[in-house]
């Protein structure tokens, strides 16, 4: 079920109507039921999969709760040498106990996502190396948001593991910590200490939260159906054909694939987050203005925040404070030069994390690339900053400077489109070919000419899509200067107000892209 | 109280604004006329639009079984009734009723031959789906006409075509080429279910009676298909005909003589017929009015020359595309279950 879709909208009403018209202490089963009739209701039989990924998080959540409790009534009355000892082993039990619960749920995401990845590599390895055969390929199809909810799970069971806070007693909870309806397609990924509470508690109706909740919708709604379905069509034209395009009109394609990944990313998480609004729930943000980011790793910290955040909180600090990686920097330290002990072992770390973060978007050798592309331009920075320092010292360049952000924020554009172009071709030959494509025969003239009005979307199509990209980039504006928009339209009189909101549905109903005239255009992340 | 009271008012005048906003926008945005450049859906099946008015004898609706394997140009030329197809890809019943609502208004047809292949069609999702989809052209077409805003700017070409316009092929898709069932790949089978699902009967109880209503006769067939007919289907259909006075023809349990030959029959890998094939199936539902209702034959009739030259465009292209070799997926009719996409120009690229 799309969240675009008009079933979407009916069941979204009748989850509201049950919600609110149910006793508050009983609001939170509502929301479960909906949640996995939702979930039925999408991916059927594939349900099994979610249920048990809580049931094994449940179980270990509870076992780690038990090591807990049995290592402090067992420790009482031990002299201080045998409380370590026992303190020891408490903890490699927990290890190994939070480590079962990790490969038990991603098992089947490993299984199901990258199984036909791997058979495939390895048969290519073993066919250069000369060992025969061929291993199977199985077309599986992927759970709903199977992605997403391992993640969720995953942070549950590290959490209660570091003792963040106790597992839960209640397994019905963390069904609906994992599967709530609005976050289960593309997140974003939850934290059970920031979303249980939220989800349980039951919320009384508030006319105005609510109606913002529905303002945000469609301000979601407005991104992803008038701005992204459109620049979709010119995308799809240039890339699904991508040998007989080149120059410019390879770059406004990159250009607007940008454009259609961050307005239907940012305007799903809108309608996700307005969903969840409507019941009182306040969702991980997922985004903050990625495009004024000035290097590559704050795009990433305003670029689907929760999975950067998800990365950095479950493999990034538990690898570089492990033990083993203690020792090594330290060795580092001891052996090399001060720079090289200050970037070899964060180097290292974020090689994991990069590589994680390719290889979630999907089980293909671009996806790792992608996410490595990533990792290069930092490690990069690092290696070549004291260089820049020098260089930028003796020209006496001002690096407080406003030209020289916004000469940062451009270089940041530019690596991020061309991350982009990497992200939606087809595997890496497509991608070198399109990346050069864009220098040879770079005709300025089809910009002027008419010809990009050829390429499925016409001149009004092109114009609401600039109209939409300004409304964006004003709202970006005014969220950066710290203004509350649906706060500040909430204070206007009552005439501007549903002007305003009037504008909105209409521009929705009027220029959105659906309809016989466009092609069904599902959600990019959802493949995930 | 007072708070909420005055919150509940503001949220029905709210949404009565936009519903009626919508409503009033609806005749605007509805296409004025049945043209591509008209903005409507599927111009192709609505040549019964620019017809003049009484001119229709034999109204042909259903799915793209319709528009592949029945042709209403031989119906023309062989038995001299003037026939229009409605058939539409994925059409399902609700739609088809809103087509007859349509054609009522300007015509009074003797005959409607309607394909039962769209009564079993698609689960129980797709059911709602679609006949949402279909309430919602009927009562706010605006919905499903909003992007015709952009008629508003056009050029004047696009402006000029904006017209009614009668066809030469009135609603089929004329393709003789073949492409024959591969063995290994053969069409999927899609049985959802051999009883008519609940929400097509009660509207195909509807549209039948409206035929009755209007004194047009109501013939169903079950055009030959390689992946959609089953005994049970049949029987079904048998039962609601025999309950309902009505005739039947099904091509597809060797009653009517016509044999398909899946390998020369068909321009899509056995998903449609091509129009050899729906000559054949065309001859017998014809014979079959001739025989059974009595309709004025109208060849030879000057106010209805234009048929004839109709009919030699229809040749023209009938033999055009005879000996060519059919595509998988011409068209995206009801066998795929997806409907036609974006309308494509022609593609810009690097000179």
Redesign the interface.
């Known amino acids: 079920m799309s969240y675009t879709s008009s079933e979407y909208f009916v069941f979204l009403l009748l989850a509201v109507v049950c919600y609110y018209i149910i006793p508050k202490k009983g609001r939170w089963v509502v929301l479960l039921l909906a949640s996995y009739a939702f979930y039925f209701y999408s991916s059927r039989k594939y349900i099994i999969f979610i249920i048990g990924s809580v049931i094994t998080i449940y179980l270990i959540g509870l076992w780690l709760n038990r090591i807990d409790v049995d290592f402090k009534e067992a420790k009482k009355g031990l002299d201080k040498e045998a409380k370590k000892a026992l303190k020891a082993k408490v903890s490699r039990k927990k290890r190994l106990v939070v480590w079962l619960g990790i490969v038990i749920n991603f098992i089947p995401l490993v299984f199901l996502k990258y199984f036909n990845f791997f058979s495939y590599e390895l048969t290519r390895v073993g066919n250069y190396m000369g060992i025969g055969g061929k291993l199977p390929i199985h077309h599986f199809l992927l759970p709903l948001g199977i992605s997403f909810y391992t993640l969720a799970a995953v942070s549950y069971i590290s959490d209660v593991y570091r003792g963040k806070y106790a597992a839960t007693r209640n397994p019905f909870k963390l069904a609906l910590f994992l599967g709530f309806f609005p976050h289960i397609v593309e997140g974003p990924i939850g934290r059970f200490d920031l979303l249980g509470e939220q989800l349980y508690e039951g919320h009384s109706f508030d006319y105005a939260r609510v109606t913002q909740g529905i303002q945000l919708m469609f301000w979601g709604l407005f991104k992803k159906l008038v701005v992204a379905d459109r620049a979709a069509i010119f995308v799809d034209t240039v890339f699904n054909d991508y040998t007989n395009y080149s120059g410019m009109y390879v770059v406004v394609a990159m250009l607007l694939y940008t454009l259609q990944l961050y307005a239907e990313f940012s305007g799903c998480m809108d309608i996700v987050m307005g969903s969840a609004e409507i019941f009182g729930v306040k969702l991980d943000k997922n985004f903050e203005r990625p495009f004024i980011s000035k290097t590559v790793s704050e795009f990433w910290r305003r670029w689907h925040m929760t999975l950067g955040g998800w990365f950095r909180d479950y493999v990034f600090y538990p690898i570089s404070l492990s033990k083993s990686f203690t020792k090594f920097s330290k060795k580092v330290k001891a052996k090399c030069s001060p720079f090289v002990a200050r970037i070899l072992p964060a180097a290292m770390a974020m090689f994991v994390v990069w590589f994680g973060t390719g290889i979630w978007h999907g089980a293909s050798l671009k996806y790792i690339m992608y996410g490595l592309y990533y990792y290069i331009i930092m490690v990069a920075g690092m290696l070549t900053e004291p260089l820049w320092c020098r260089i930028f010292d003796k020209l006496k360049v001002d690096r407080k400077g406003k030209v020289y952000r916004a000469l940062q924020v451009v270089r940041t554009f530019i690596f991020v489109n061309i991350g982009m172009l990497l992200f939606r071709t087809d595997n890496m030959g497509s991608f070198f070919h399109m990346f050069r494509s864009m220098f040879s025969n770079l005709n300025l003239s089809v910009l002027t000419d008419g010809s990009l009005l050829n390429m499925g979307i016409d001149k009004m199509d092109i114009t609401v899509i600039i109209i939409g990209l300004i409304f964006i980039i004003i709202a970006g504006v005014l969220g950066e200067r710290g203004c509350n928009i649906r706060e500040a339209v909430a204070g206007k009189n009552i005439v501007v107000r549903w002007i305003l909101y009037y504008a909105l549905v209409l521009a929705v109903l009027i220029l959105g892209a659906y309809g016989f005239n466009y092609p069904d255009i599902g959600f990019i992340y959802a493949q995930f | 109280m007072k708070?909420?009271i005055v919150?509940i008012i503001k949220s029905v005048v709210?949404l009565a604004?936009?519903i009626a906003?919508?409503a009033a926008?609806g005749p605007v945005f509805t296409p004025k006329g049945n043209t591509r450049e008209s903005?409507i859906?599927?111009p192709k099946a609505k040549d019964y639009l620019a017809e003049p008015d009484n001119t229709i004898q034999v109204v042909a609706i259903g799915n793209s079984d319709i528009y592949s394997g029945f042709s209403p140009m031989e119906i023309w030329h062989n038995y001299g009734y003037t026939c229009v197809s409605a058939g539409e890809g994925a059409q399902v019943i609700y739609t088809a009723k809103n087509r007859l609502e349509e054609i009522y208004k300007n015509q009074k047809p003797d005959v409607v031959v309607f394909d039962v292949d769209e009564l079993f069609y698609g689960n129980f999702?797709v059911r709602?789906?679609k006949t949402?989809e279909a309430v919602f052209e009927k009562y706010l077409p605006?919905?499903?006409?909003?992007?015709n805003?952009?008629l508003l700017?056009a050029d004047e070409e696009t402006k000029a075509n904006i017209k009614y316009e009668t066809t030469y092929y009135k609603g089929q898709m004329i393709d003789n080429s073949v492409l024959a069932v591969d063995p290994d790949n053969p069409p999927e089978e899609c049985h959802y279910g051999d009883d008519i699902p609940y929400i097509y009967r009660k509207t195909f109880d509807e549209f039948a009676r409206m035929c009755k209503d209007h004194g047009t006769k109501l013939l169903l067939i079950y055009s030959p298909t390689y992946n959609t007919w089953t005994k049970e289907r049949h029987d079904s259909i048998a039962k609601y005909a025999e309950e309902n006075d009505l005739d039947f023809i099904d091509f597809n349990d060797g009653s009517t003589g016509v044999t398909i030959d899946w390998s020369v029959d068909t321009r899509d890998g056995g998903k449609h017929l091509n129009s050899a094939a729906a000559k054949r199936v065309t001859l017998v539902v014809g014979d079959f009015i001739k025989d059974n209702y009595d309709l004025t034959d109208n060849r030879g009739n000057d106010a209805y020359k234009q048929w004839d030259s109709d009919y030699e465009r229809y040749v023209k292209k009938y033999e055009s595309t005879k000996g060519e070799a059919g595509k998988q997926d011409v068209d995206s009719g009801d066998k795929s279950g997806k409907?036609?996409?974006?309308?494509?120009?022609?593609?810009?690229?690097?000179s």
Not at chain 2, 142 to 147: A, E
Not at chain 2, 339 to 350: A, C, I, V
């Open positions: 708070k909420i919150n709210f604004g936009i906003v919508v926008l903005g859906n599927n999702k709602v789906a949402a605006f919905v499903m006409y909003h992007d805003w952009k700017f409907k036609g996409g974006r309308k494509h120009h022609d593609k810009g690229k690097e």
